[in-house]
């Protein structure tokens, strides 16, 4: 089986290097050989371990590659080519969360009869849409929770542990190659998202984008929530959470605190893990290296053994027919909430407060006063019992009009 | 998509049951309909959700039958029926992991171009066989460690939690449905040993038999070893072990020493869980339900959507050529062990201990002595750096026979 690589970047070249390295395995793995024959890359490559060309054209034109392995990177330019080469009934594999994220329904459609992987797309070396799509495909899924971004998690874990000040973690995973110079996309929740919605596809058949779905990042959290967090049994974790009630599924990608007894809060550094609930199942969950290159080059890899197999023919996301769910919107999600508050530190507040709450019919689970930070101010931390996401919201605007309010309130959702 | 059921007992009748409840699902998922339409059992069943028979070759000569479940438990029966259902070439799912330790190569051989399914033999919902067959297959596998067995993982967590005695969470577990009345098949080991072979076969092809390998229960545990665990940051989990070194591979079960920060060692209570290294991958976890008709249920039919969607037809273990791995002999297994010794309290004693280890080439990890238990004894804690099963065997063999040695020494391996 013949291949081309399109993109010889962190993960292109890994795949190349294992394709040879472990050609014996591979080979006793599905009787054939899988060989990787050229790649292309935007800038020259020297000591390249197959040849590397500039020109696309030379490579999407060629009659005797049997799977093309999309390892570029971005969005319109991937995907321009990808449709391409589907027309041409050509056998694609991808690890781009982010195209997916936005056109997996066109390629889907396109794809239809040809093989397309995109194990690599969410949590990297965890085999994470094969378990979804093939090993829980008996399963209603309740609902899924995943830690599907390494750097966030490696900054809330030193936040957590060393009592580490966010901006002082991220420069430090900035250092060590964990986080990129612009860690927006990481830290805003966003590359989260793209993963939460290639999952929500294969649980539920959700046709949204990033923009339909709640985002929000870490950027928020203080030190003060790592406190509370710690003295009341919760972690915090950036999660993905999927969950189905009747018809309707929603989805949201949030920090989120978490009972510590869980086993997904207690998943640490830049490990990545998922959580699943089925209705035959119960709970389960995988764990293991979300990015790298050669983790991710073992999910590519593992899709052009099952193309090889020739094992990769169901439907791209598990359906062969619609199950009808529907998107819930945003304001009807239904959860318990924590609430950071810097407030005047005067009588008559918390009864204000207080008020405000049951005025948007929310109750509170829980109360801290922490001892003043310093004359004036103090803060108060809050969380509730269930209540919708608009009660909350309208709460929020409501006391940032207050005048005994000092900073913005923080809020964070509890599971 | 017809399907008999061999055995209509706790799994067997909750695959009817969820073949019926889950049937949109489960046709949205393969396009087609998978109808149970007949049951074995040796009892009459009254309100079966479909006929049940006691007369098995009234089901076995069925002409319209697509795929046989054998979920009858035993070895030769199963193994019986299954030999002569593969003949008249009829594809075949399984949850019965103790024929599959004996017979699984025989199998292999008459299944060649028919659907063999044997998900649910290992780790219950878990889906490890897709995921170390297929979702993991670019890897060599370094090592596989496993929580295999619901019952024994019960146990040992309340053993660790509440310091409770063994005999006294043994009776517990019996009274709550987890353990059986007898209870030797779980907690001495075989159960985990079965499952262990069958990874051990996707990971390397080896065709071992029970008697094979190494296996140990955890019957032998004291609140003494528990005492110890907790002290120097350790737990105690039944494991199964197989670790690769160049073309050797060893097998062991045994109750294991972990440091108490591994994923691993945060699994407690009924749940399963398969922690798997690979050369690409690196680390990995896969965590869930290990038993219970519903949970077995989930992999039994996701076993028959594969056959449905036409993709169970790779080799049974996923190698079409052999990797020429072979078995590790017991006493050449090199690792880490922990020793504790109940001795007379005289002076001498210990430095004759520390004589006969260093006579075996044992060096001492760490040491710990027991406030006295009574006027006479002590007990003696020791872990051991690195060193060879023949070595601490012997060292056992030659402490066995001293004097001041008042209990037989227990032994454990550390991982
Ligand atoms: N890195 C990970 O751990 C990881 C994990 C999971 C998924 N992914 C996904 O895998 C994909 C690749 O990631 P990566 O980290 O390997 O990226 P990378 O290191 O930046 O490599 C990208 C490669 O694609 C080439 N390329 C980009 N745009 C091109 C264009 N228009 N024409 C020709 N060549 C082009 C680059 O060429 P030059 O070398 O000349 O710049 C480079 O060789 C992304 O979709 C990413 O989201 C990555
Ligand atoms: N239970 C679990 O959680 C679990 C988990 C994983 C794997 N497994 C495996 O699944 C298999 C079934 O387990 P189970 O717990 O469902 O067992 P079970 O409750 O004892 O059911 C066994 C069924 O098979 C029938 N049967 C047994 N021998 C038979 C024979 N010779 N002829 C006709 N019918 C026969 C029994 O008939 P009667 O009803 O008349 O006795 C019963 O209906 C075993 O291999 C087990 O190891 C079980």
Chains 1, 2 share one sequence.
Do not use: W
């Not at 030193?158 to 991220?170: A, I, P, R, T």
């Not at 189905?244 to 009972?259: C, G, I, N, Y």
Request: aromatic share 8%; hydrophobic share 45%; proline share 3%.
């Amino acid at each position: 089986m013949k291949v081309a690589i399109l993109g010889y970047g962190t993960v292109g070249s890994a795949v190349v290097k294992a394709l040879i390295e472990n050609e014996k395995i591979i080979k006793a793995r599905c009787g054939q050989n899988i060989i990787p024959v050229i790649a292309l890359a935007r800038s020259v490559k020297k000591n390249s371990l197959i040849p590397v060309t500039q020109n696309a054209d030379e490579i999407l034109n060629r009659k005797d590659i049997d799977v093309f392995v999309e390892l570029m990177g971005g969005v319109k330019e991937p995907f321009a080519i990808i449709k391409q080469l589907l027309k041409k009934k050509k056998n694609v594999v991808t690890a781009n969360k982010a195209m997916l994220a936005y056109h997996r329904y066109e390629l889907e459609k396109l794809a239809s009869n040809l093989a397309f992987g995109y194990e690599a797309s969410v949590a990297g070396a965890i085999p994470i849409i094969k378990v979804l799509k093939e090993g829980l495909s008996a399963n209603h899924i309740l609902n899924i929770k995943g830690i599907l971004n390494g750097t966030s998690n490696y900054i809330l874990t030193h936040m957590s542990q060393k009592g580490s000040d966010f901006k002082e973690v991220l420069k430090r995973a900035q250092e060590l190659g964990y986080a990129e110079a612009d860690p927006s996309f990481d830290i805003e929740g966003f590359d989260a998202a793209h993963k939460l919605l290639i999952l929500a596809s294969i649980a539920y058949g959700i046709r949204a984008v990033p923009e339909d779905i709640l985002i929000e990042g870490i950027s928020g959290i203080s030190n003060e929530d790592v406190y509370f967090a710690n003295e009341f049994g919760f972690t915090i974790k950036l999660l993905g959470v999927a969950k189905a009630q009747d018809s309707k599924v929603e989805l949201r990608v949030h920090p989120t605190m978490l009972s510590k007894n869980e086993m997904i809060a207690k998943v640490d550094g830049v490990m990545n893990a998922v959580s699943i609930r089925g209705d035959m199942l119960g709970e389960s969950l995988y764990y293991g290296a979300g990015a790298g290159g050669l983790a991710t080059a073992s999910a590519v890899i593992s899709d052009l053994l099952d193309i090889a197999r020739g094992q990769l023919k169901t439907p791209m996301f598990g359906f062969k027919s619609d199950m009808k769910y529907s998107l819930l919107p945003i304001e009807d999600i239904y959860t318990k909430y924590y609430l950071r508050l810097k407030v005047e530190d005067k009588i008559g507040v918390l009864s204000k407060i207080t008020q405000m709450m049951s005025e948007n019919s929310i109750s509170i689970d829980s109360f801290l006063q922490k001892p003043k930070a310093d004359e004036t101010y103090s803060t108060l931390f809050f969380t509730t019992h269930h209540t919708f996401e608009k009660s909350i919201k309208n709460l929020i605007h409501t006391l940032k009009k207050q005048k005994f309010i000092k900073t913005s309130p923080f809020m964070m959702r509890i599971e």
